[in-house]
């Protein structure tokens, strides 16, 4: 016989599948998410939870590698065209988007916090056949932008939490916050996030993240190491721009400098300690075939497997990026764009997650999976751990027909029930250990 959650579940399943349709459509780049924030703050309206927006979500300077002002004014009138009222987008002006979602029952209980990142990325979204969003027409609508990381799926698995924890508010204790962060890529918000309070007084944090491993849809990682760190930098040389034939001599090549130091980076020697890595993921520079390049622009991202592995690899980067523009007698300047910081999931929700969903017939739980890159959810994990609760970042995983980050990344939408259901799962048994359920719903 079905239990309740069982029976949650098939009612939410078609509202899971409409709600990351409706995202993938419409994605939105970090910190531009105004859309986004706006319809799902929506699907919450009525139910019992307090909404906080903009710098009540997240300390404004705290925020990294936020968008020029030009481009936040065409995506607010991108909104408004759309049809997000003028005072709702008031509230997120110049980047301050995502909300955070808070049910408090009023019961004496335990404080749950929940994480779901909400941007995508500026992919151009392939457009083929065999690509399912294109098949079956949930593509892509936004010119440049794609959710090819599986944010679609986070954020409608964060509106079938919010719709349980409504549907059984009085059969439960403590207090539920859920967080529809901005800007995950980059490892740019979540540190805005945690400096406003949000995890302070948190006993319980989870997250989880879709696809990761091509396994079968079922199969959930009840815990995840091996975060790496990251810090993201753009690099930007200023050089003198002259006439490539008459007087070369008097310009200064900042092309030159980016490609001398592009080489170098991807040269720094890695570390005995653990795993390190270097990226240059774009180089723009120059104006034209018969003119010295005045101006080089770089975006460099570097990882490691500590924070200090991290640091060394910084430390080498920005030497390298320094003896190139003294090389080439350009300027160099240098902005910090985005951080992430390495952690570990609590290894004791292994156990917890386990229990918690024996009784489901559709999960397949593993105690851990490698997550192999860098989430800026660690900075929300760390935050809780080092006051006293317990974290984790789970894996819902998928067959993948292609990769992360990728123009015709998809995952199975069975993954989202997948993952709601341990969450909620999960929930329930940490309530009932806790003292902190009244009743199981019938």
């Not at 029952?105 to 916090?113: H, I, L, S």
Request: negative net charge; hydrophobic residues 40%.
């Amino acid at each position: 016989m079905a239990d309740a959650i069982e029976r949650f579940m098939e009612e939410i399943e078609p509202l899971l599948i409409e709600q990351r349709r409706k995202r993938h459509q419409y994605p939105e780049i970090g910190f531009a998410e105004y859309v986004t924030t706006y319809e799902l703050s929506e699907q919450l309206a009525g139910k019992g939870f307090e909404i906080f927006y903009g710098t009540d979500l997240l300390t404004s300077d705290e925020r990294m590698g936020v968008p020029d002002a030009q481009f936040l004014e065409q995506q607010e009138q991108r909104a408004l065209d759309y049809g997000v009222p003028p005072d709702f987008l008031e509230q997120m002006k110049g980047g301050h988007t995502g909300f955070a979602a808070v049910l408090d029952t009023g019961k004496k209980g335990p404080n749950f916090a929940y994480r779901f990142d909400i941007d995508a990325l500026p992919i151009e979204e392939e457009d083929t056949p065999g690509h399912v969003p294109a098949k079956q027409a949930f593509r892509s609508r936004v010119p440049g932008m794609m959710h090819a990381c599986g944010h679609d799926g986070h954020a409608a698995i964060g509106v079938g939490l919010a719709q349980y924890l409504a549907k059984e508010k009085g059969h439960l204790r403590g207090k539920y916050t859920i967080l529809f962060q901005p800007a995950e890529e980059g490892g740019r918000g979540a540190k805005a996030v945690v400096d406003k309070g949000w995890l302070d007084d948190a006993d319980y944090f989870l997250s989880g993240h879709v696809g990761i491993h091509d396994l079968p849809s079922g199969t959930v990682a009840a815990s995840t190491s091996k975060f790496l760190a990251s810090s993201k930098i753009n690099a930007k040389f200023n050089g003198k721009s002259a006439h490539s034939g008459l007087e070369p001599n008097t310009g200064r090549n900042a092309l030159l400098a980016a490609a001398s130091a592009t080489l170098h980076l991807h040269g720094i020697s890695r570390h005995k300690d653990g795993a390190t890595r270097v990226n240059v993921g774009t180089l723009h520079a120059g104006s034209g075939r018969n003119i010295i390049a005045d101006q080089a622009l770089m975006e460099i991202e570097t990882r490691g497997e500590t924070n200090k592995l991290d640091e060394y690899m910084q430390e080498n980067a920005l030497r390298i990026l320094q003896a190139s523009a003294a090389m080439f007698d350009v300027e160099l300047e240098i902005e910090h764009m985005g951080k992430a910081i390495s952690a570990d999931a609590d290894p004791r929700f292994a156990e917890i997650v386990e229990r918690a969903c024996e009784a489901s017939t559709d999960l397949a739980i593993v105690p851990y999976l490698p997550i192999g890159a860098s989430e800026d959810v660690t900075y929300m994990m760390e935050r809780v751990r080092e006051r006293g609760g317990k974290a984790t970042f789970m894996i819902f995983a998928s067959p993948l027909p292609a990769g992360h980050h990728h123009p015709r990344f998809d995952y199975e939408e069975q993954a989202l029930s997948a993952g709601l259901e341990t969450l909620i799962r999960t929930t329930d048994y940490l309530l009932k250990e806790d003292g902190g359920r009244e009743e199981l719903a019938g």
